[in-house]
Structure formats: C-alpha cells, structure tokens
C-alpha cells in the first residue's frame, strides 16, 4: 500500500489513480484515493480514478475494446485541457467532467 502511494505521486497522486486487488477467486476494482468524505455532495470530486478502476475491471473481464474507448476519450479530455477539475487547477464540477468524457465516446 505505501508503495502504491509513492507510486501514484509520479502520475499526479491519489486523486488519479485505480486500483485492481486481483485473488484466485475475486477482484475488486477501487480508487486509491479512498472515498473522500469530505469533498462529498459537492460534485467537486474528479472522477479520473474511479473511471481508470473501471477500465482495470473492463481489461479482468476481457472487455479491452470498451477499455480502450474510455482511455481514449478520458486522454482526449485531459490532452486538450479545456475541462479540468479543481485538483488539475480547473473548474469544472464532477458533473461537467464526465460528460465531456461521454461527449468523447
């Protein structure tokens, strides 16, 4: 866990990152950051985390294809710059970040 953490800092820190938690039997699919509780209700959260956990459980489940689609848009959203949470130095609500990313699908 407190590698993990180190390592999430070199790619902007535990706001942007998955988690996959691979067993024999189970999976479970998480983001690092845990559930802030105190950003929540304000639709102030990026959702980049949670969006990358799910692209960790589309590739377990050999769904790739739909992976790759929400990488793409997600890369395409964050290259152009012009939708950023507040933690990327943006505005944007949670709201108005995902549906740029839907708009990119």
Not at 21 to 39: C, K, Q, R, Y
Request: hydrophobic share 50%; charged share 15%; aromatic share 2%.
């Amino acid at each position: 866990d407190i590698v993990s953490d180190l390592c999430a800092g070199l790619v902007g820190g535990l706001g942007v990152v998955g988690a996959a938690n691979l067993g024999t039997d189970a999976a479970v699919f998480e983001a690092v950051h845990g559930s802030a509780p105190d950003i929540a209700g304000r639709n102030i959260a990026n959702p980049t985390a949670l969006l990358l956990s799910a692209v960790l459980m589309l590739h377990h489940i050999d769904e790739g294809a739909a992976a790759l689609r929400i990488m793409d848009a997600l890369a395409r959203v964050l290259s152009a710059g012009q939708v950023r949470t507040r933690d990327l130095r943006g505005s944007a609500t949670t709201t108005e970040f995902a549906d740029a990313i839907c708009r990119m699908l």
